[in-house]
């Protein structure tokens, strides 16, 4: 009896010794990878629930800032591919780069105008004289919820539109640089970057301009259109 209980004894002991050898063996590097990950993305949302209670009042703000951009950005990404995805679905899949690059410039055109347009519908410029001069009155009083409202429906439409229309430009002049001419090498493929950022510096110049004449229309430029 001695012998045999012993004997059990050491069988059991070795069990859990075997059993941890043979999961050990069984863990696969997938396994470690999204166990890693969901530890790391534990401890980033209780740092986001931290940083956000911060006892400075500067620090919540940059903070909300920071989470305020990057959700943007994710937010403008999967539009982006989403709308893309239609538009290459809506073109014929035979297209020669040069056909192909006059929709993707209207796309991103298109994307400026519904910038301005967005712009100028949050600022109130689209709305009756009666409500925007309302609206004017109390911003110019201080009223700070009727400012409030204005300035972050302008932020959130124009951080949202403009990163929708930068990604639509780099769409299109990624194309372009499958034209024959700029495809022979990487020097011709390079001379893309500048004719982009003069392109961007001409629409933004040209539809500031704009945003400029129409708020001057009557002569004066009240706070709706200074925002604007």
Known sequence: NTSSSSSSQQERMSLPAVSWAEETAAV???DIGVAAALLASTCMMM????ITNWPD?????YAYQIINSTLSIFCAVLLF???TGLLDAA???ELSPATELVPRMVWTFSWYVSLQVVLAWCSYQFAPE?????????VEAG????RDRVVVNLRTAGVLLAQLAGFTAINAFSSMQQLEWFAQSPMHAATVVPIAGVFCGVMSLVTEGLRDNLAMGDGQMDTLEEMW
């Open 47 to 50: 740092s986001l629930y931290y």
């Open 28 to 30: 696969r590097p997938m």
């Open 143 to 146: 009223h700070q919820e009727s």
């Open 130 to 138: 009666s409500e925007k001069e309302e609206v004017a009155t109390r």
């Open 91 to 93: 073109m014929d899949q």
């Open 57 to 61: 009042p500067d620090i919540r703000r």
């Open 81 to 83: 591919n989403s709308l």
